[in-house]
T-cell receptor, first 114, second 114 residues
Framework: AQKVTQAQTEISVVEKEDVTLDCVYE???????LFWYKQPPSGELVFLIR??????QNEISGRYSWNFQKSTSSFNFTITASQVVDSAVYFC???????????FGGGTRVLVKP | DGGITQSPKYLFRKEGQNVTLSCEQN?????MYWYRQDPGQGLRLIYY???????QKGDIAEGYSVSREKKESFPLTVTSAQKNPTAFYLC?????????????FGPGTRLTVL
């Protein structure tokens, strides 16, 4: 069975602080895909990144970075120098290569205060 | 502008009434999805469709029905059999129904049953 756990339900930081969101997943598949989505207050989910299970390279995109560690089944997301516009709910999701559905974690709400 | 539209944004219905939520995409995507989001929780898959005139049940299909008569449209009907229909409903689409392709989301419909 697929499972995604985002243990942090809410994180509050002051602008310019760094914030790391944890994502731990469970799967028996050897090939799978991991995603992060952002849900701003408007409600629409926005795709941030996709990573396949064979690519453990970390990735940086502007102030965003992702750390994928297969050994600990984790795919953590860091926002560096947070801004108020980063306030949103962030979801981690897992997709099976053999299937066509995504399993979402419960989400982490990030509140960045000015 | 390509994207997904959902209407209406807010919907109120009396208990026992069926209600249909609209979802339209002009991205020329083959696959479409319906998710339900409850407060503080992740997304749960209701139904998905890989191609016109075909659809499959997701994890929580009971009390819901869908149709896919046109590629660009995937309406969801919440029937009176759904025990707890009040929720935020999100529609998504992807180029094909495999987990490699990221899903694009609409702005959602918030349904309240009185």
């Amino acid at each position: 069975a697929q499972k995604v756990t985002q243990a942090q339900t809410e994180i509050s930081v002051v602008e310019k602080e760094d914030v790391t969101l944890d994502c731990v997943y469970e799967t028996r598949d050897t090939t799978y895909y991991l995603f992060w989505y952002k849900q701003p207050p408007s409600g629409e989910l926005v795709f941030l990144i996709r990573r396949n299970s064979f690519d453990e390279q970390n990735e940086i995109s502007g102030r965003y970075s992702w750390n994928f560690q297969k050994s600990t089944s984790s795919f953590n997301f860091t926002i560096t120098a947070s801004q108020v516009v980063d306030s949103a709910v962030y979801f981690c999701a897992l997709g099976r290569a053999a299937g066509n559905k995504l399993t979402f974690g419960g989400g982490t709400r990030v509140l960045v205060k000015p | 502008d390509g994207g997904i539209t959902q209407s209406p944004k807010y919907l109120f219905r009396k208990e026992g009434q069926n209600v249909t939520l609209s979802c339209e995409q002009n991205l020329n995507h083959d696959a479409m999805y319906w998710y339900r989001q409850d407060p503080g929780q992740g997304l749960r898959l209701i139904y998905y469709s890989q191609i016109v005139n075909d659809f499959q049940k997701g994890d929580i299909a009971e009390g819901y029905s869908v149709s896919r008569e046109k590629k660009e449209s995937f309406p969801l009907t919440v029937t009176s059999a759904q025990k707890n229909p009040t929720a935020f409903y999100l529609c998504a689409s992807s180029r094909a129904a495999n987990p490699y392709n990221e899903q694009f989301f609409g702005p959602g419909t918030r349904l309240t049953v009185l």
